[in-house]
């Protein structure tokens, strides 16, 4: 008898996470996909806001997700299967806001300031005094911005060049302003706490196996 496919988590993140005609790909998708099946395992992938897949995956046995930054925090709340990426992250604006100016972070204050909740960089700001505009997803955090209902968001300038093809915006309408160095962090594919150890084995094994012969396409 097949076992059951598991639970796989993550969120919109072109081109390495995309919907298309309701099925979960993109490069990193792939790249996923192919370290379960290395491993003998099924995975059932599915799209959430961060906030709802890392519910869930904080909450479910056998439940996976990514890519996930591992932080002190999240240490003992996950177990971690491997690396699969690097994010370099800081505060992206509109090119067209010629007024906002940040030559050190505690100037970014002075600013509105979209932040997804559960995130690691939502997490560390929030240590650092930083109140902001909570959304569920980096999608909404784009939305909010592109809307000039908030100054800035927080994300890697690889990945805002994606959400600029995603959205279809002309090339220099968004601008990478400030890079954070406590938002450079190496992202994982993770699992529930509880999940069974055989299956992380499995994992961890496969994981390394698929790196000899295949590089990430999260990496930099």
Do not use: C
């Amino acid at each position: 008898m097949a076992e059951e496919p598991l639970l796989v988590v993550t969120e919109l993140a072109p081109p390495n996470q995309v919907l298309i005609d309701g099925e979960v790909q993109g490069k990193g998708t792939q790249y996923i996909r192919d370290i379960f099946k290395q491993a003998g395992l099924t995975p059932d992938i599915q799209m959430y806001p961060w906030a709802r897949a890392y519910k869930m995956a904080s909450e479910e046995k056998n439940t996976f997700i990514y890519s996930i930054a591992r932080t002190p925090e999240r240490e003992e709340q996950f177990q971690w299967v491997g690396e699969i990426g690097r994010f370099e992250m800081g505060f992206v604006g509109l090119s067209s806001r010629t007024d906002i100016v940040i030559n050190n972070i505690d100037q970014a204050k002075n600013y509105k300031i979209a932040m997804q909740h559960n995130d690691f960089s939502t997490q560390t700001l929030t240590k650092m005094g930083f109140e902001g505009v909570i959304t569920s997803d980096i999608q909404h955090s784009y939305k909010l911005l592109l809307a000039k209902k908030v100054d800035l968001i927080l994300d890697d300038p690889h990945y805002m060049l994606q959400y600029s093809d995603y959205f279809k915006l002309k090339p220099g309408h968004l601008k990478f302003i400030f890079k954070i160095d406590a938002l450079t962090t190496v992202a994982y594919l993770a699992a529930n706490k509880d999940t069974d150890t055989v299956l992380i084995e499995k994992m961890q094994k496969a994981h390394k196996e698929i790196n000899k012969t295949k590089k990430s396409p999260y990496g930099k």
